[in-house]
């Protein structure tokens, strides 16, 4: 979706203010946030792919005047309401006023945590011949689905070549709408700067991105 | 937000879906087992190790899992070599993605709007927001994390460290240098 989540090349957002001696979290309420995001996707309420789709989802002005982890949590309650699994009155009240619903992989408990310390496997078997190879010449497609995509907008219709071939991994956009894993080749593509950005921007510059197959076309 | 946030926690405790014992344990695991100790080990390795250099940047996953003692480490790692001729600079600009098992959680800078939107457009001006500045005739390569693949950058190994222990070099290896937005520490500078 074209969202301002996309923000990759908008300008007026002011400098980069890092934090000396950052906490890992201001507040506790942030690592309960953290925590409740990481027990409910391993058990199987949602993928990590549709909990992005539910950040970006919120009201722009939401998104943009919130810090990352109320983003977290709006997301959630939005996400768990529109899934069942929690509803509107009981995220009001604080307090359980209906049955639940059956999680995929059963509660949350603390044999599981261990669990969600390694990173989740995202390679899958190769559904067909992969189409680019590295050095290949390819135009990033002029798509805008409305729904989740991980193609950001700065790159749609610019050309750049293929540098690394990732193999299939799990295709975000289907599986943000629960359409199933649909695996995907990925690659990373690099684009000039200039290409990107215009004729007069810094001639050292390189991006890339990494690209699922279905964002690409031979260029 | 506090209170919002335990009225939820309240509702998924009550209706069975997580055991809140389990959420202290994952906050837990979190403050204790992630962090930038992790990469500054592999950083300093491949520093002091030029065959686990190569491995590590044939194929990052498979060199990091290998030394064990690093807490351990999922798949799609991909590390990135920074020399005289190029930096490497890590975003995301679509949302927060970041090596968590060699970093840690990303700092609020990472996930925020003016790093999210500068760092692909106008890199050269981030790193100065970070007091970096590059000669200007080196290449700046700059690695959008769009997809579940994950890059830690390699920083050039400071002078004047020959002969140092692994130990000692992974000191040097700071957190920004392994995003690409600083550099290691210089040996007997002030920190």
New interface residues.
């Given amino acids: 979706m074209n969202g301002v989540?996309?923000?990759?090349?908008?300008?007026g957002?002011?400098?980069?203010?890092?934090?000396p001696n950052?906490p890992?979290?201001?507040?506790?309420?942030e690592?309960?946030?953290?925590?409740?995001v990481?027990?409910?996707g391993a058990?199987g309420?949602f993928n990590i792919d549709t909990s992005?789709f539910y950040?970006?989802s919120l009201p722009p002005h939401v998104y943009?005047s919130s810090?990352?982890y109320?983003k977290w949590?709006l997301g959630?309650?939005d996400m768990l309401i529109a899934k069942g699994?929690?509803g509107k009155d009981?995220?009001?009240?604080?307090?359980?006023l209906a049955?639940?619903k059956p999680?995929k992989r059963g509660?949350?408990?603390?044999a599981?945590?261990e669990r969600?310390?390694?990173?989740?496997?995202?390679?899958r078997d190769a559904q067909a011949p992969a189409k680019f190879k590295a050095g290949d010449r390819v135009r990033a497609r002029n798509i805008h689905p409305a729904t989740h995509t991980?193609?950001?907008r700065?790159v749609r219709g610019h050309v750049g070549v293929v540098e690394?071939d990732?193999g299939v991994?799990?295709f975000?956009d289907s599986a943000a709408n629960e359409a199933g894993e649909n695996p995907q080749w990925?690659y990373?593509v690099?684009f000039d700067g200039a290409e990107?950005?215009g004729p007069d921007?810094?001639p050292?510059?390189?991006?890339?991105?990494?690209?699922?197959e279905p964002y690409l076309e031979k260029a | 937000m506090e209170l919002r946030v335990r009225a939820l926690e309240t509702v998924l405790s009550e209706k069975g879906y997580v055991d809140p014992a389990a959420l202290d344990a994952i906050v837990q695991a979190y403050e204790t087992r992630i962090g930038p100790h992790n990469g500054a080990r592999v950083v300093a390795k491949a520093w002091a190790d030029p065959a686990f250099k190569r491995a590590l940047l044939e194929d990052a996953t498979k060199a990091v899992g290998a030394l064990g003692h690093v807490s351990r480490v999922g798949d799609h790692l991909v590390a990135i070599e920074n020399t005289p001729e190029r930096h490497n600079m890590v975003v995301c600009t679509l949302c927060s993605c970041y090596p968590w098992e060699m970093l840690g959680l990303p700092p609020v800078w990472y996930k925020a709007a003016p790093y999210r939107s500068r760092a692909v457009k106008d890199p050269r001006g981030v790193l100065k927001d970070f007091g970096v500045s590059l000669p200007k005739e080196t290449e700046i390569r700059v690695w959008d994390s769009t997809a579940e693949t994950r890059f830690l950058v390699l920083p050039m190994r400071p002078k004047g460290t020959d002969g140092w222990s692994e130990e000692q070099l992974a000191e040097l290896v700071t957190r920004d240098s392994m995003i690409g937005t600083g550099f290691p520490k210089t040996p007997g500078a002030p920190s």
Wanted: proline share 4%; hydrophobic share 45%; charged share 25%.
């Fill in positions: 989540h996309d923000m990759g090349g908008m300008d957002f002011g400098k980069v203010e890092p934090e950052e890992m979290f201001h507040t506790r309420w690592s309960r946030v953290l925590a409740m990481r027990a409910m058990a309420a992005r950040r970006e943009l810090s990352y109320k949590l959630l309650e699994f929690v009981e995220v009001g009240k604080g307090h359980a049955p639940a999680l509660k949350f408990t603390a599981d945590v969600i310390m390694v990173r989740g496997k995202f390679g991980r193609l950001p700065y690394r990732h991994q799990v975000p990925l990373t690099v990107l950005w921007s810094d050292t510059v390189k991006i890339s991105v990494d690209a699922f």
